[in-house]
């Protein structure tokens, strides 16, 4: 071969290696930019669900310290073990004399027994009362504010004047829409509050089996 066609042969590869070597940085940064792309995406996108989260927390919580409107609220009321049925002033009742032995928070397709659902107000609980009649996606929407809720009792409820009745010890609010944003302001605010009696006791262990 000569040293023309060596020399030229020579640059020729060099040519082909310097090519290769550009294509290469070019898929470099084209996948890191693609990679950068996606990370931010993807980190955007599992943020969002967190920042709304703790805005619509936030929100519960502000409408929890300010007044609710419709609450009312029982004084005076006596908290003796007693067997057998209590005549309470309310339906369902929101405290008062009332059995030794609590109702286990929860869930309930039936209805509980009024004085062992008042011994768990006393210990700190919220009873969502609905009307038997209530919608199928109503009482759904209800039920599902007891999930992860230790100290939520849900049931149906005979005689009440309202679709939805929330109780806590001394305090009752009833409402016509299970989706009233009340609801959830109402928990925030009774949810083992400043009104339990005996804050800490538990809503196990007592009667009843939850759903």
């Not at 792309?37 to 955007?44: D, N, P, Q």
């Not at 209805?111 to 759904?140: F, N, T």
């Amino acid at each position: 071969m000569s040293k023309q066609r060596h020399q030229e042969r020579a640059e020729k590869v060099a040519a082909m290696r310097a090519e290769q070597q550009r294509r290469d940085r070019k898929n470099k940064i084209l996948i890191f930019g693609t990679t950068g792309v996606l990370a931010v995406g993807l980190i955007t996108a599992a943020a969002i669900p967190l920042v709304n989260q703790a805005q619509q927390k936030a929100e519960i919580e502000a409408a929890a310290n300010a007044p609710i409107e419709g609450v009312q609220e029982t004084t005076d009321l006596t908290s003796n073990h007693v067997e057998g049925t209590v005549d309470y002033a309310s339906a369902p009742p929101v405290g008062g004399d009332h059995n030794a032995v609590w109702q286990n928070c929860g869930v309930y397709t039936e209805p509980v027994v009024d004085e062992h659902a008042v011994h768990s107000l006393e210990h700190g609980a919220v009873w969502i009362a609905y009307s038997p009649d209530l919608a199928a996606d109503d009482v759904a929407a209800l039920t599902a504010r007891a999930e992860n809720e230790p100290y939520v009792l849900v049931s149906p409820y005979e005689g009440a004047e309202s679709p939805v009745t929330l109780s806590a010890w001394g305090f009752q609010l009833e409402v016509d829409d299970p989706d009233d944003p009340r609801i959830d302001a109402f928990l925030e605010r009774y949810v083992q509050g400043e009104q339990t009696p005996e804050p800490g006791a538990a809503c196990f262990g007592g009667t009843g089996t939850p759903v």
